[in-house]
């Protein structure tokens, strides 16, 4: 892990980043973080263990984006997967978009893909 503090405080009023437990370029290009404080919020879900793997998959080569019905900064990030800790599910990463960049807030295994406008779609 490297160490690295961003001004997203600056821009929201959260706190800012440490520990950078993974950084990645998105399929549509954005720069998406996870730092140590979201992740242990992620691995509050058991079945999140071992799964960072999955994580940067879904960024970099996602099955479909959307954008939340709730805001447009959340972009919704989906890939299915046959085998998971917890059957086929969709692995959802929301990120949050500010200033170009990405801050991951949470993921984890769901059903279906959400309501929400598409903003990008793999073409099978």
């Known amino acids: 892990m490297e160490y690295r503090l961003y001004s997203k405080d600056a821009v929201d009023g959260s706190e800012a980043l440490g520990l950078v437990v993974l950084e990645v370029r998105s399929k549509l290009g954005k720069v998406i973080v996870l730092d140590e404080n979201r992740w242990k919020h992620v691995l509050e879900h058991p079945e999140m263990e071992n799964q960072r793997f999955k994580i940067e998959e879904t960024l970099v080569d996602p ?8 805001t447009s900064s959340i972009w919704l990030f989906y890939k299915l997967y046959a085998n998971t ?11 949050e978009v500010l200033d170009g960049e990405g ?13 929400g406008g ?7």
């Open 63 to 70: 099955d479909e984006v959307r954008e939340s019905v709730y």
């Open 103 to 115: 801050f991951i807030v949470t993921t984890f295994f769901t059903d279906k893909v959400k309501k």
């Open 118 to 124: 598409l903003i990008w779609k793999k073409k099978h």
């Open 85 to 95: 800790p917890v059957s086929e599910k969709y692995l959802l990463v929301v990120v």
